[in-house]
């Protein structure tokens, strides 16, 4: 089987990220990364998904990004907006945590003779990040094919973001249609140490609204009602 390197944050994009890669026939090797997030339910749903969806292997690899801060996710002191979705990049954002993320993957693929990496991100129903955009993967992909031992001897690196053009519901029935069980997964920014979402950021707005879009139930574990979005 051709294998392919999936990285997988734990929530609903990975999650049916990882699934369109396993039904195409790959080998997947699934990659989460510890950076210091506010919670760590995110990477305990990663294990279960992986398990789930039928990945060949699962790592956690943990780079401490907290030592930068510059985002509420890796900064516990600051809160993370609850009052809705606003325009720009948001607080949210983890200065190069892509990057960072596709970097490992790079690495690991090369070690195992992989040309394919698989990643989550989408371009439509997302919350404004500039490293989910079809350019920054274009770019991340010709500079991936400079870099490597592999692509320098004539082993092409594709970079694959297969939703990137969906939005959140497409991406919901596209899940269900490879039986994705979401109610592994967990989106929310500040998610307790079980899984239970906040029903309030922009994370859990997002994904309330896909799933209400997709005319689907969602699963999502609250901590409290959400309230409306």
């Given at each position: 089987m051709t294998k392919a390197v999936v990285?997988?944050?734990g929530g609903l994009d990975s999650a049916t990220t990882l699934a369109i890669?396993?039904?195409r026939g790959y080998e997947c090797h699934a990659?989460?990364?510890d950076y210091g997030q506010r919670h760590r339910s995110e990477l305990v749903a990663a294990a279960k998904l992986a398990q789930s969806i039928g990945a060949r292997e699962h790592k956690i690899v943990k780079v401490?990004?907290?030592l930068f801060g510059g985002s509420v996710l890796t900064q516990k002191s600051r809160a993370v907006p609850v009052g809705g979705i606003k325009a720009g990049i948001p607080v949210t954002y983890v200065p190069a945590r892509n990057t960072i993320m596709l970097s490992l993957?790079?690495?690991w693929a090369e070690v195992l003779e992989s040309s394919d990496i698989f990643l989550g991100v989408n371009a439509i129903d997302y919350s404004g990040y500039p490293d989910c955009r079809p350019e920054y993967i274009a770019a991340f992909e010709r500079m991936?094919?400079?870099a490597t031992k592999r692509s320098v001897e004539g082993a092409r690196l594709s970079v694959r973001?297969?939703?990137i053009a969906l939005s959140k519901a497409e991406i919901i029935q596209q899940g269900a249609l490879l039986s994705v069980d979401y109610s592994l997964t967990v989106s929310c920014y500040q998610a307790d140490e079980s899984g239970l979402a906040c029903g309030v950021c922009d994370a859990c707005r997002i994904r309330r609204t896909g799933f209400q879009a997709a005319g689907m139930p969602d699963p999502t574990r609250y901590q409290f009602a959400p309230v409306a979005c």
């Open positions: 990285l997988l944050s890669a396993n039904s990659l989460s990364v401490d990004l907290t993957a790079l690495a991936a094919n400079l973001a297969p939703l």
